[in-house]
């Protein structure tokens, strides 16, 4: 049971989940959407430190996938948008993310790793 995955699943499906419930308000996803991101994000295999490596981004029209890439000399995390999915782990970075503009237009940095609380 990877990172509690069927346990986060169950809490989507019973309504429970204050972080599906939130993104759904603010964004076009729909249950469906926010799982299979849960379950690819739940998936995360973790660098050669442990350290994780994936991450899911809330945008006003869907759920973007961030791949984690953790400095271990500088102790810096960047987030870049996972791009394909070539098996897995060998899809291809794409660009560094900086967060999403809403409505509002204000930009925001919202997600939600494998060790977050649904």
Known sequence: MKN???????IVLTGNSRIFNNWAEHSSITADDFIAALEWVCDDPL???GMLTREIALAPNGIVKLRRVNDHRTGITSFY???GDNGGEKGKLGTI??????DDGFMRKIS???KDRV
């Open 47 to 49: 660098d050669a430190n």
């Open 112 to 114: 939600l790793s494998a």
């Open 4 to 10: 509690y995955f069927e346990v986060k699943k169950n």
């Open 81 to 83: 948008k996972f791009e």
């Open 97 to 102: 993310w900086g967060g999403e503009v809403f």
